[in-house]
């Protein structure tokens, strides 16, 4: 992602060629709005909720709700506050195995725990070796 100014990058990570839809509108989740709001006198936007496939706020294990910022539509160097008025929370009618909620909420703490651990580089003979062995096991 350094290389070339990060151009290109949605190819090489398959992004482009993914089934794994990616939300339309920033995504958010109620109870992290309100902890913000009490926290920090306002809400922000967190990044695990805006990650295509991530359907569960991690630390609530609730469904994550859309607000009514477009994430393609807009200028992408335009602010866009998380207000109570863009994140009105709605009431969904659909209802989800718990099996599948499960799977979506351990799917967020792996994605979570990717973006804030620091994963240092073992090379790329270590990693061959580590996916041999896997392969063989």
Known sequence: MLFNGGKGIHNTVGVTASTVKSPGFLRFCPHCFVEDER??????????????GIVICPQHSVLLQNSSAPIHDINPHT????TAEICQSKQSDLQYPAEFI???QRLAEAAQWVMNTHLVSMGL???KE?????LIQ
Do not use: T
């Open 102 to 104: 499960q799977e979506m």
């Open 125 to 127: 003979l270590w990693l």
């Open 39 to 52: 926290n920090y006198g306002e809400a922000y936007w967190h990044r695990i909720h805006q990650i295509p």
């Open 130 to 134: 580590r996916y041999i062995g896997a």
């Open 79 to 82: 602010y866009q506050a998380c």
